[in-house]
């Protein structure tokens, strides 16, 4: 059983919308990572996340993305406006500290047509 | 910068033959270092971590590990495979961000 329960599992979404990927830990942890992998291509770090605020963001991670954790508990994964590209596996990680082991979800698969 | 090498695309063993998947790391200062183990569908299980002290670490489903800091690798080893240990593996360093960065993977086939 995964520590961190991402959905949807699939998402499909037409070109130019928005999409909301969501993260919950089951246990309370602080440190929150995004990361992405386009098919057949390596586990790319999109974002990570620490009380409340981001503190380190890739390249990636550009003005159509942003994340947030609205009630406390949902860690999202928000894309403004999707693209063709954005088609990926989604990986939401948490980590008990700033050096701990990061464990991951099993991943939304973002579609876009 | 910090990266990660998996010279090997893809490896095929026999069902209780010994495994080891290679991983070469670069980065300036003492790395973190872990392997990552994906199945088909899933997401990312940790297998095993080094951080610091002894060389040699013990993980998960009897794998294990050893950091080499002249050669500047941490290859992943399991001296009787079987076959539900077919998945893609990842090594992965995390940076003084700590962010993961994680290699192309290796892809374990294991025969009957």
């Known amino acids: 059983e995964p520590e961190v329960t991402q959905t949807p599992s699939h998402q499909v979404t037409q070109m130019g919308q928005e999409v909301i990927l969501r993260c919950v830990p089951i246990?309370?942890?602080?440190?929150f990572y995004w990361y992405r992998q386009i098919l057949g291509q390596k586990v790319e770090f999109l974002v990570s996340?620490?009380?409340?605020?981001?503190?380190?963001k890739s390249e990636i991670f550009d003005d159509q993305f942003s994340v947030e954790r609205p009630d406390g508990s949902n860690f999202t994964l928000k894309i403004r406006s999707t693209k063709l590209e954005d088609s990926a596996m989604y990986f939401c990680?948490?980590?008990?500290?700033?050096?701990?082991?990061?464990?991951f979800g099993d991943g939304t698969r973002l579609s876009i047509l | 910068a910090q990266s990660v090498t998996q010279p090997d695309i893809h490896i095929t063993v026999s069902e209780g033959a010994s495994l080891e998947l290679r991983c070469n790391y670069s980065?300036?200062?003492?790395?973190?270092l872990f392997w990552y183990v994906q199945s088909p569908g899933q997401g990312l299980q940790l297998l095993l971590k080094?951080?610091?002290?002894?060389?040699l670490v013990q993980g998960i489903k009897g794998f294990e590990a050893e950091f080499k800091r002249s050669q500047s690798s941490f290859n992943l080893r399991k001296p009787s495979v079987h076959w539900s240990d077919a998945a893609e593996y990842f090594c992965?360093?995390?940076?003084?961000?700590?962010?993961?960065?994680f290699g192309s993977g290796t892809q374990l086939t294991v025969l009957p």
């Open positions: 990680a948490r980590a008990g500290g700033p050096n701990q082991p990061q464990h």
């Open positions: 246990s309370n942890h602080l440190y």
């Open positions: 996340f620490y009380n409340n605020e981001i503190s380190e």
């Open positions: 980065y300036g200062a003492t790395p973190y």
């Open positions: 080094y951080f610091s002290g002894d060389t």
């Open positions: 992965a360093v995390q940076g003084s961000a700590r962010q993961l960065t």
